[in-house]
């Protein structure tokens, strides 16, 4: 099906306007059927009548479809298109449809729950799925309002075997009869935005400052909602309040809910008063302090769009920044203000920055802004670090340019003018411009319009007595993409603690990429000088030669988490470039893990030495050795811990992925409840991180995944079996993961893509090898025939990740240089080749 374009899309904006939809949606078979039944009818004008236009549709079949009273002949529909010609200065266009549930988690997701057998529905529109909803001008520029009707299975009065459906939506719902739902209008919003949930769900309201809030869950996960509920409804209110204190304008659409809904395919998605997440961060097994902080930024995220993206709304998708960027930003600023996670910045810098700073250095980089997307199929491939993580920091570097009231100032301007409507990046930049009396052209372009990061590296001198002699900055920016770029950055002279600390501005065009810092002189040397103190910018930051000796015996005692954070990104990306070895930075985790008290540093940067640095950067012939010195690391930490807090947790669940065939015995043992450290729950989640572990090493198989399955038959646990499962060292397992991951569209697509997730393993290279040219073999057609969302996953987690050789990346290119091959696989291979050539650079210097 054709993805509508920028072109067609303008063409159409310029043509009509949208006053209204009425939906009417018949769920009532939902439970035994695979389609259900679409009405919409759709009012709109168009300013030059007798103009041809099209609808979107994504239809099992029309039932039918008239325009202005008159049926729409069948070829009038073809390729999710509906045409519509000769219209009218005011138009009624009613379609009635049969429409399929989807699998994917996009369009009208349908899971039935294996523990109870009850179904629930969840729509997800965004980013262009709404056509596979209902009949729609399927663009974010062509708001209307959205009367929404439900018709839902009814249970009979006493049939013990299934519950009540609750039916929510955009706007406040009543049900009007036994089954039917009946919705108030929405303000104006965009199509992308609309949702629906349907199923037996279980719930829980408080209402604050005149606002009615909701938070919701299937049945078998209540006790979790109920328990957790209070920590929802905590962060929730102290965001609301401070967005309403920040952007001075009420919350605009009515209630506000926020249902954690099964299989779902990203975070979270913003629609208006029905905020739809991911129930993984309902936490069924105990979870860390850093996974809750996560989960607090998710609800100071999505809630940031009901203003940054649903009040006001991208003109078209190449600003999808204008919501993510800002959401992202305002959630971590909004956690680290108003919630308990008071340093969610240093999280933001260990682990999320890193995803923004990945993204920005592969093929497929993009700027934060790009001034043209083509078609809505290529936006979607833009939600990625560049627009979450780099966007947050760059928008986070702008309000240490102009000051934090200008920003604001600026912001609140900007919702003012825009309400109900939609804007550009040049409407942003014109209103924070006039709030801060600067001109940002110079800025924008050189932040938003250009890809890639720059790297930012101190040339030291230090004289006889100790003192800083002289401190330059030096910018480069790599040669594909020569732009250098404003900063403002802190300047911090470390020992074990801050010593002191100064702010420059980085002016390229006046000093041309080389800073001095006159203030440092004079000042006696720190065992460490460090670039971006506070992390105010997006930059690569490297050390001078005497900080950089300095590293591994300073880093465990630096007594900042931010400072500690900074240093370690620093390391991972020099490591990523093939500056620092990878036998140093495994070194260097030697000494700084086993007492890292800040856990998002602890996490991110095991996380790193595990996936990245031991499986893939080391040569094959280390790995064993660096797995086990993680494992001791590990080992530390959780002696360390106190017994049952976040941090045990932590180290528990590093040391099962770190095993190696030292640790099984303990392992097993902790499965069967013994050896256990003191007041460590072994949980459902615990117990298959620990089983996963085992299989992978070929101390489990089939037997104990189908023991574990038993104690564990929810739909979590179907994923962690078929992870499991595709990991499993034999040659049958891996063939029946591989038709899995390329032929099965029956299962849900977690189902598939955690197939992909156990598949390669460096432990198993040799009985997957034969799978390495099978992949660029193969892929095209599972790419082709998958939803484009379904195909990413899938082609991205079964990529032959380890086999690090130059032989995979001929294969690669030998696939790229195919022209049949979809654009989502394209961007796949291209990023995954990239990482492959890091691999390989790592592996010549360590
Ligand atoms: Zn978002």
């Known amino acids: 099906m054709p993805s509508l374009t920028r072109a067609e899309a303008a063409a159409r904006a310029e043509l009509l306007r949208v006053s209204a939809y009425h939906v009417d949606l018949d769920l009532s078979a939902a439970r035994d059927s695979a389609t259900f039944g679409s009405t919409t009818t759709v009012r709109f004008s168009c300013t030059r009548p007798g103009s041809s236009t099209f609808a979107e549709l994504r239809a099992t079949s029309i039932v039918a479809a008239r325009l202005n009273g008159a049926p729409l002949p069948a070829e009038a529909y073809a390729d999710g298109r509906l045409q519509l010609t000769d219209l009218r200065a005011d138009n009624e266009l009613v379609v009635h449809a049969e429409m399929p549930y989807s699998n994917t988690g996009e369009g009208l997701h349908k899971f039935t729950d294996p523990e109870d057998g009850e179904v629930y529905l969840y729509a997800k529109a965004g980013q262009t799925f709404a056509p596979d909803i209902f009949a729609c001008f399927d663009q974010p520029d062509l708001k209307a309002t959205i009367r929404l009707a439900v018709t839902a299975p009814v249970t009979a009065e006493g049939d013990p075997s299934r519950a009540q459906w609750t039916v929510l939506a955009n706007g406040a719902g009543t049900q009007v009869a036994p089954g039917r739902w009946e919705f108030a209008d929405t303000p104006v919003i965009s199509t992308y935005l609309m949702t629906v949930v349907a199923g037996p769900y279980h719930g829980r309201h408080i209402v604050h400052d005149g606002v009615p809030l909701g938070v919701y869950c299937r049945r078998s996960l209540a006790a979790q909602l109920d328990k957790d509920s209070e920590e929802l409804f905590r962060i929730t209110v102290a965001c609301l309040d401070r967005y309403h204190e920040l952007f001075q304008i009420r919350y605009p659409f009515g209630k506000y809910d926020q249902v954690f809904v099964p299989e779902f395919p990203a975070g979270a998605e913003e629609n208006p008063g029905c905020v739809t997440v991911r129930e993984e961060l309902l936490f069924r097994s105990a979870a860390t302090a850093v996974e809750r902080e996560f989960r607090a930024m998710v609800i100071a995220h999505e809630m940031a769009h009901m203003w940054f993206g649903n009040l006001v709304t991208l003109r078209w998708w190449d600003d999808i920044w204008l919501n993510e960027s800002f959401a992202e930003y305002m959630g971590w600023r909004v956690t680290a203000e108003v919630t308990e996670f008071t340093g969610a910045w240093t999280n933001f810098a260990i682990i999320r920055k890193g995803w923004g700073y990945t993204a920005d250095q592969l093929p497929s ?61 040049a409407d942003l930049l014109a209103a924070i411009s006039e709030a801060s009396g600067r001109d940002l052209t110079g800025w924008a372009e050189a932040w938003l319009r250009r890809p890639q990061v720059n790297t930012l590296r101190p040339e030291v001198t230090i004289g006889p007595d100790g003192r800083y002699r002289e401190v330059t900055v030096v910018q480069t920016a790599p040669p594909a993409y020569p732009t250098l770029r404003p900063h403002r950055i802190g300047i911090g002279v470390y020992d074990v603690e801050l010593r002191h600390r100064v702010e420059v501005a980085l002016d390229p065009v006046v000093d041309g990429g080389r800073t001095p810092v006159p203030e440092l002189t004079g000042v006696e040397a720190g065992r460490l000088l460090l670039l971006n103190d506070g992390d105010l910018t997006y930059a690569k930051i490297r050390f001078d030669p005497a900080s950089r000796a300095e590293l591994a015996a300073l880093l465990p005692s630096m007594v900042d988490p931010l400072a500690r954070a900074l240093v370690w990104s620093a390391a991972m990306d020099a490591t990523r470039d093939a500056e620092l070895p990878a036998v140093e930075f495994m070194a260097l985790a030697m000494a700084g893990l086993p007492v890292e008290t800040a856990e998002a540093v602890f996490d991110g940067t095991l996380r790193f030495a595990r996936e990245v640095v031991a499986k893939k950067y080391l040569r094959p012939a280390l790995r064993p050795a660096a797995m086990t010195e993680l494992a001791a690391a590990c080992q530390r930490a959780l002696r360390a811990a106190s017994p049952g807090s976040s941090r045990q947790l932590a180290a528990a669940r590093g040391l099962s992925q770190c095993a190696g065939l030292e640790e099984v015995e303990l392992l097993a043992a902790w499965l069967a409840g013994r050896q256990l450290p003191p007041e460590l729950t072994l949980d459902a989640d615990l117990r298959w991180t620990v089983l996963y572990r085992l299989v992978v090493i070929g101390a489990a198989g089939e037997a104990e995944i189908a023991a574990e399955l038993d104690r564990d038959p929810s739909a979590l646990g179907a994923e962690h079996a078929a992870r499991c499962r595709a990991a499993v060292p034999s040659a049958e397992a891996k063939a029946r993961a591989w038709d899995t991951i390329l032929h099965d569209d029956q299962s849900s697509a977690r189902l598939v893509t955690a197939a992909a997730e156990g598949f390669w393993q460096p432990e198993q290279e040799q009985l997957t090898e034969e799978y390495v040219p099978r992949y660029f073999a193969e892929m095209p057609a599972m790419a082709a025939r998958r939803p484009s969302g379904t195909a990413r996953l899938v082609a991205r987690f079964a990529f032959p990740q380890y086999a690090v050789s130059a032989q995979t990346v001929a294969a690669a290119e030998a696939m790229l240089a195919r022209e049949d091959i979809s654009p989502t696989l394209r961007r796949v291979v291209l990023d995954e080749t990239d990482e492959l050539r890091r691999a390989l650079a790592a592996r010549e210097i360590s």
């Open 365 to 425: 980089t993009h700027p934060v802004a790009p001034e043209h997307v083509e078609t809505t199929e290529l936006a979607r491939l833009n939600f990625d670090g560049i627009s979450y993580a780099k966007g947050a920091s760059v928008l986070r570097q702008l309000v240490a340019w102009v000051g934090d009231d200008a920003f604001l100032r600026g912001v609140r301007a900007f919702f003012q003018a825009h309400a109900y409507g939609n804007a550009t990046l």
